[in-house]
């Protein structure tokens, strides 16, 4: 079975750091890319940030760039992001998801989705 774990959320003061991990497993992590989503209260899906698996090329929101970090441990099937200088707009549920080499980094790009993890910053 495909499984995308995530953990790692939490409640942290404005200007704190998180990093959260993704655990994968049940498909062939070397031919995706993982990206983050992200869904505030009364908003809509925002794409955060993706890295290859492959090359380690990586994409990252204007919102979040300059404080958040997406890295990858292939040996490992698992991706985190670092998030540093967190600011209560940061609030959400953060999803992990799997996309299939060569897509576009969108919700319909997606292959799978795990389950959210919830971030809460305080301020």
């Known amino acids: 079975d495909v499984q995308l774990q995530a953990s790692g959320g939490g409640l942290v003061q404005a200007g704190g750091s998180l990093r959260l991990s993704c655990a994968a497993s049940?498909?062939?992590?070397?031919?995706?890319?993982i990206g983050w989503f992200r869904q505030a209260p009364g908003k809509e899906r925002e794409g955060v940030s993706c890295?290859?698996?492959?090359?380690?090329?990586?994409y990252y929101a204007d919102s979040v760039k300059g404080r958040f970090t997406i890295s990858s441990d292939n040996a490992k099937n698992t991706v985190y992001l670092q998030m540093n200088s967190l600011k209560p707009e940061d609030t959400a549920v953060y999803f992990c998801?799997?996309?299939?080499?060569?897509?576009?980094?969108?919700?319909?790009?997606?292959?799978?989705w795990g389950k959210g993890t919830q971030v809460t910053v305080s301020s």
């Open positions: 049940g498909f062939a992590f070397d031919d995706y890319a």
């Open positions: 890295i290859s698996t492959r090359d380690g090329s990586t």
């Open positions: 998801t799997a996309i299939p080499g060569g897509s576009y980094f969108t919700e319909d790009g997606v292959d799978y």
